[in-house]
């Protein structure tokens, strides 16, 4: 059984209809809760940002992420070439995450699980507010060298992506990165990554 059939079998058998994830490593802030759950009452998946625990030398130090809100469009623009959301800082309803067939097992199984949502019309956003304390250490996945490469090169995350790109096509994603540039300088920092698909 795979990470992904692991996540699928406990999300099918929780009894409460609102779902956070969260890595045992990490550390949940103390308004997590209830701070998401009340964004939940027009959302099907809301994420919060995070705080970054590094440990280097004996020593620990936190830093924060860049504070870059999403719309429900901005991700959308965003997902196009990159995973905007975190998986350890996401609540989402447990309804629409079955409707979607949850969790498949790509190399980055929580963006093919994004891309599909964002397809399937369901409504997310990213706040400002830091929701999870992010323990940083060199066995992650992420921290594997060409990670980004590999998830770029994966046949799930190709196959959601190019759907995603053929469903957005006809809209006009560079502006609104344009306009969420403008509005929040630091974005575009973070999605640096961002190569224009609206063509």
Do not use: C
């Not at 209809?17 to 949940?28: V, Y």
């Not at 469903?167 to 974005?187: D, E, H, M, V």
Request: glycine residues 6%; positive net charge.
């Amino acid at each position: 059984m795979g990470f992904a059939d692991g996540l699928n079998i406990a999300i099918a058998e929780a009894k409460f209809n609102l779902i956070a994830r969260h890595d045992a490593d990490d550390i949940a802030l103390p308004w997590r809760w209830r701070y998401q759950a009340q964004k939940m009452s027009k959302l099907d998946f809301h994420f919060g940002s995070m705080l970054h625990l590094y440990r280097k030398h004996g020593f620990s130090f936190i830093l924060p992420h860049y504070p870059v809100s999403l719309s429900h469009e901005e991700f959308a623009a965003v997902a196009l070439t990159q995973n905007p959301g975190f998986h350890p800082a996401v609540m989402f309803r447990r309804e629409a995450f079955l409707e979607v067939g949850g969790y498949r097992n790509a190399l980055a199984e929580d963006y093919d699980l994004w891309l599909r949502l964002l397809l399937a019309g369901k409504r997310v956003q990213r706040g400002l507010l830091p929701v999870t304390l992010y323990r940083h250490h060199p066995t992650q996945s992420t921290a594997k060298p060409n990670w980004e490469h590999k998830v770029d090169q994966d046949p799930l995350i190709q196959e959601s992506r190019g759907a995603l790109v053929s469903q957005l096509q006809n809209g006009n994603t560079s502006l609104i990165l344009k306009r969420l540039f403008a509005r929040q300088p630091l974005a575009s920092i973070e999605f640096r990554r961002f190569r224009s698909t609206d063509t």
